[in-house]
């Protein structure tokens, strides 16, 4: 009778020689994964961290910048015009209604205070009128009227030459500051003083302003 020999057991390394292998295998692709998910999301990162810089450097460029107003006459009519031309006694004694605008380029209102402008002939002055305290929008001109009244009165009499006697216009100079803040979103005040500087030619034969500089 043949003799029965016991069945072989065989280990699952047995079965499958190369599962170890396989194992180590699926573990480097799930490290590598993983670690190609952590360079994206670095990469995310990085690119929000540009784009929120250069969002704030605009912002801190544009919106948060703050530029001097701009405050200039911006036109004038009259009213009273009385100008003697005679070598004996030259005068001017005029009534203007100027317009004047004070021009604020920021993002947030321009709160100014009560002040002056004063009007020259020559080194003399030869009127001024009040400006009172108001605000200018943002990116917008505020304008207002003033009145007026030029006269000569305390002009020297050398200061009236044969030039003056000869020619149809007469040349002011007008001087004004402003001083005041820009309040940007409602936060942040930042004093700013903003100075006229402008002349201008009042023709006498067509009571008009005929040349208007500002600076």
């Known amino acids: 009778m043949a003799e029965n020999k016991p069945a072989s057991v065989y ?50 460029l544009t919106v948060m910048k703050v530029r001097t107003p701009k405050f200039r006459v911006r036109s004038a009519s009259f009213d009273t015009f009385n100008v003697t031309k005679s070598n004996t006694n030259p005068s001017f004694d005029i009534s203007m209604i100027a317009e004047l605008g004070v021009k604020n380029p920021n993002f947030g209102r321009y709160k100014y205070q009560s002040s002056t402008i004063e009007f020259y002939y020559r080194n003399t002055k030869v009127g001024e009128a009040s400006i009172p305290r108001a605000r200018a929008k943002a990116r917008s001109t505020r304008k207002f009227n003033v009145m007026v009244v030029f006269s000569s009165a305390n002009v020297p009499r050398e200061d009236f030459d044969a030039q003056f006697a000869n020619s149809t216009v007469i040349s002011l100079r007008s001087q004004s500051r402003l001083r005041g803040k820009v309040e940007l979103m409602k936060i942040m005040k930042k004093s700013k003083s903003t100075n006229m500087n402008c002349t201008m030619e009042i023709n006498t034969s067509s009571r008009q302003l005929r040349i208007l500089s500002c600076r």
């Open 11 to 60: 280990t699952s390394s047995q079965v499958n020689p190369y599962g170890r292998v396989d194992e180590e295998v699926a573990m480097v692709a799930e490290e590598e994964a993983r670690r190609k998910k952590r360079m994206k999301c670095f990469m995310y990162v990085a690119a929000f961290v540009v784009f929120q810089t250069g969002v704030i450097l605009i912002f801190a």
